[in-house]
C-alpha cells in the first residue's frame, strides 16, 4: 500500500511500533546504543524491538535475529546496519508493513567512491520498489519531544514552537543543546543527511502546515529541485517565521559539502537572493541560529535601534558599544537629565555614567542598580535596555549576591517600559564556570533572553528588528 509523504512522516513523528535494527549487542559503549538510550531516557511508551543478526538480549530485553522474528507490526525502523546491508534491510522490512526507515549509517554517496555511490542507488531502488520511504543514510533522524523520541540523551524533554530541519546530524545537536540550555524548546527536529528519499523539500512542506510549530530553523547544505524548493520555501514563508544556515557558503564549504551529505551546494548569490525575496533570516553559524531564535522566542522586538548599554567594566563597556554599533544598533549619548539623577545616589569613582554605562561600583547595591534600570527604560531616546556581565568579574565581585542581583535584573526588565535583554559572558576558568553556571540558568529560567557573546547578541536583535522591518 502507498501512503502519501504527509502520512509517512506524521507515522515518523509519532511511531505506533519502532525497532532498532542493527544495534550492537557485544558493546555497551558502541554509537549504535544511543538509539534504545535516549528512547530509555525519554521513556519512549510503545513496542519497541531490538534486532541484530546474533539475537540474544540487551538490559533485559530480547534482541530479534531478524525483522522477521518481531511478533508485532513496525512501522519505523531505526537501521544502524553496515551501508553494504542497509538495501537488504528494506526488502526485509516490506513484510512487517514498515512505512520508513532511518538509517543512521553511514558510507554511501557523501564517500564519493564508486562503492558508495552504487550502495546508495540499491537503497534507492529497495524503496521505490517497496514503497518503503526513506530518511537519510547518514544522519541522527528524529527528535519529537511530544511523543518521546529522541536521538539525545540529553535534550529537553519539554515540545515548543521552533522546527529544526537540519542535514546534518551534528549541527542538529549543536543546536539542540545550546538553544535548549536558554529555553528554546522544538515541535521536531529532522536531520536527514544524505536526502536520498524524502528530502528538505518534502519536509518543509511538512512543517509548513505543522500545526505545532510557529518557527522553522534549517541548516541546508544542497537542495535537490531548485524549482519545487522555492515554491515550498514561499508557501513555508507565509505560514512560518524562517531562519536559515546555509551549508557551503564558500568555495572550500561547497566541497566540504560534497564530503559529508554529497549535497550540490548552489551560488550564494542565490540564496541570498532568496532570503531577501521571503523575508528569511540568514544567519552564518550554528550559535547565531541559536541566538536569533532566543530573539524572536524571548524579546519583545524593540521599536527602533537605539540601545542603552549598562553592566561591568570599562574595557567590556567599550566593545560591546562597538559590537552593537557596527551591527546597525545605536548607541545614543546619555542626555544630562538622567545623568544628574543617578549622580544623586551613585558614586563617580568606579563608574561611567554615560550610555554604555559602567555601573561596577554600585552594581552590587541592588535598589540603586534597579533605580538606575529603571531611569534608563524610560529614556524617550532608546528602546532596548542591554545588561552585560562578564562571568569572571561577576564571580569575583559579586559572589554570594549573585541570585538576589538576578533578581534585580528580573524586576526591572518587568516594571521596565521598554524591553531588556542580557549579555552573560561565560568563563573557561573551571572553577569560575562552575560557580557562575547556576546565575546563567536562573536568568534563562525566568524568560530573559540571555546571549553568550556581545557580537551574538547584536547580530541576532539586529537581523530580527530588520526581519520585522521587512514583514511590515
Known sequence: MLYSTKQVLDTVVNPRAV????????NPEHWTRVFLESLTVFQFDRPLYLVNRRGGEIGGRKVYQSMKDVPGDVDYVVGTVSAQAAPGLVL???????KAIHFCTAGFAET?????????????EASRKTGIRIIGPNCMGIYCPKTRFSFGLDFPRESGPVAYLSQSGGNAGLLVRDAGLRGVRFSKVLSYGNACDLNEIDFLEYLASDPDTEIIAMYIEGIRDGVR??????????EKTLVLLKGGATEGGARATASHTAALSGSDRIWDALCRQ??????NTVPELADVLVTLLYLHVPRSRNVVLIGMGGGPSVVVTDQFEQYGLKIPPLV???RSKIREYSDAAGNMLRNPMDYSQNIAEL????????????WKDIDLVTVFLGAGIFQRVMKGMAFDLVNEVYKASREASKPMAVVFVP????????DTFPVLEQFISLKLPVYYSFGGAASAISKVIQHREAGR
Open 336 to 338: 544630562e537629565s538622567i
Open 278 to 283: 521571503f523575508n528569511i533570516i540568514r544567519v
Open 19 to 26: 525497532a532498532l535494527a542493527g544495534i550492537t549487542v557485544a
Open 229 to 238: 524548493f522555492r515554491k515550498a520555501i514561499e508557501k513555508a514563508a507565509k
Open 92 to 98: 526485509e522490512c516490506a513484510e512487517k508493513g514498515v
Open 427 to 434: 568563563s573557561f576558568i573551571p572553577q569560575e564556570a562552575a
Open 367 to 378: 535598589d540603586k542598580l534597579r533605580k538606575t534600570v529603571n531611569l534608563l527604560s524610560h
Open 112 to 124: 564519493g567512491e564508486d562503492e558508495g555511490i552504487r550502495l546508495q542507488n540499491d537503497l534507492i
